[in-house]
């Protein structure tokens, strides 16, 4: 068993100016990953015209960028193990630099989409590599609301993309709209994107990834700068008494009796965390809304309500995840989902829908989702591999999430129309529901612990179980 004193941050004041603005430059990576969610959705119209899409390039011109990010996140654990969590970012920060010129500039649709990849390569490898990064640097007492600072960024770069978008539509005519407002909306991209870039190089390398690499002696006035001196000279023994503990570091070692689990339980959540559904809500909330017979103003106004309601409650997961912890948190939400899934599902079977049901139902779902699967997965991600497989782990947790993303995003239109939305809806409850029992059985609390007890924990309990 590995030493604890200093690890768990209760006998040290860590420095969280320093750390919550390392962590902040860290998170401005999901501000990228919320700004490609949402910008599309502005601009896929003025697209359509400008290239004479066909209903098919149009679902290619919103999903490529998710083939892009399967991409990056099969191969961020390969490249921040190698070359680092930092340089990654940095290179990842680039190549999304690219790709956002490239969409702006695009000449035909053939540039916008391989250049709309290039932009999800890096958002890819960003949402591994951005949240571990930010595990692995926290103090163990707020490394939940750390890492979540991740999920807020999602919200943020969603919510205002959405009013860029409406900003930049109302610079030009009809004809400039078709011609030229895209290509601002993806250009905006590159302010965050600049930012993040340029503000990586303040950030210092993750301490463990150090320490992992035999460089201790850099990682340690890191661990200095975040914990204090007695507690981060601990933190370095807990390190290397838990290396000693590691395998090799190869793929084979997911696959041992303890840590088999913990890769169930990350790839798990990543997948039922996109089969709950939000992102048919967070792509195609208006087309939702339409359907229960607003007109396109209306469901606009409420598609900015669910912005809102995401950011609200992420902070409000900020506040609990380190109070409750993830499984609580996970489980409320995850039952609250079930809930106002059922009632959507239950208004549109019934034609309930021109009350208010549909769209409180909705805010609910949303609500539910930001403080338990919105936040919690990338946290729990982020902190269940030990060190000697982090990277790759959570580069396979991150890879699923993407491919049910792609899958779910994909077939819910088609779906919708086929069989209609109290089923669509009712199958996602049903996802929520074992969302629900999945947490219950396998899912470990880890509020508090350090990197190095979670470790131990895996091992020292082979079946994991919670
Ligand atoms: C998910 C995204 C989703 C967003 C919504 C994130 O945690 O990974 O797929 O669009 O939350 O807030």
């Known amino acids: 068993m590995t030493s604890v004193v200093g690890t768990n941050g209760s006998d040290s004041k860590p420095n969280m100016v320093y750390v919550t603005l390392v962590s902040l430059i860290a998170a401005l990576g999901g501000l990228l990953f919320g700004f490609d969610t949402a910008v599309v959705s502005g601009a896929l119209g003025f697209l359509t015209e400008r290239f004479t899409l066909t209903g098919f390039q149009q679902g290619w011109a919103v999903s490529s960028f998710i083939i892009g990010c399967i991409g990056g996140a099969s191969v961020s654990g390969m490249l921040g193990d190698r070359f680092g969590r930092k340089k990654t970012l940095i290179v990842a920060a680039f190549i999304f630099m690219i790709g956002t010129v490239g969409t702006a500039l695009a000449g035909n649709f053939d540039i916008y989409i391989v250049s709309r990849i290039i932009g999800g390569i890096a958002i890819g490898i960003t949402s591994a590599l951005a949240p571990l990064y930010n595990a692995e640097i926290a103090p163990a007492k707020y490394r939940g609301r750390l890492v979540a600072l991740y999920q807020l960024a999602i919200v943020t770069g969603i919510f205002l993309t959405y009013f860029v978008n409406l900003w930049i539509i109302g610079f030009g005519n009809d004809a400039w709209d078709v011609s030229d407002s895209w290509r601002w909306m993806f250009g905006a991209g590159a302010v965050p994107g600049i930012v993040f870039l340029v503000l990586l190089f303040f950030v210092p390398e993750s301490p463990r990834w150090l320490a992992k690499r035999d460089r201790a002696a850099e990682a340690l006035p890191i661990l ?68 229960t017979g607003l007109g396109a103003d209306a469901s606009l106004v409420q598609t900015i309500l669910v912005g809102a309601v995401n950011f609200a409650f992420t902070i409000l997961a900020l506040w609990l995840i380190d109070k409750v912890g993830r499984k609580i948190l996970l489980l409320v939400g995850t039952s609250v989902m079930t809930v106002a899934l059922g009632i959507i599902a239950y208004a549109f079977q019934t034609d309930m829908t021109s009350g208010p049901i549909i769209l409180i139902a909705i805010l609910v779902y949303v609500a539910a989702f930001a403080v338990s699967l919105g936040a919690v997965l990338w946290v729990v991600l982020s902190e269940i591999f030990p060190s000697e497989i982090r990277g790759k782990a959570v580069a396979i947790g991150t890879m699923i999430h993407w491919m049910f993303d792609y899958a779910v995003s994909q077939s819910f239109p088609p779906l919708l129309q086929t069989t209609g939305p109290a089923f669509v809806f009712g199958m996602f409850g049903v996802m929520t529901a074992v969302a629900f029992l999945f947490t219950l059985r396998l899912l470990p609390e880890t509020k508090g612990l350090s990197l190095e007890q979670i470790d131990t924990m895996w091992t020292a309990k082979p079946s994991g179980k919670a």
């Not at 084979?252 to 997948?271: E, Q, T, Y």
Request: proline share 3%; no cysteine; hydrophobic share 45%.
């Open 224 to 291: 200095v700068k975040v914990h204090g001196e007695e507690a981060a000279r601990q933190e370095v023994l807990d390190m290397k008494e838990s290396f000693k503990n590691e395998g090799t570091g190869s793929y084979k070692m997911l696959f041992k009796p303890g840590l088999r689990m913990a890769l169930l339980v990350g790839v798990g959540l990543s997948a039922l965390q996109q089969l709950s559904g939000i992102n048919a809500v967070m792509y195609y909330a208006p087309e939702i809304f339409k359907q």
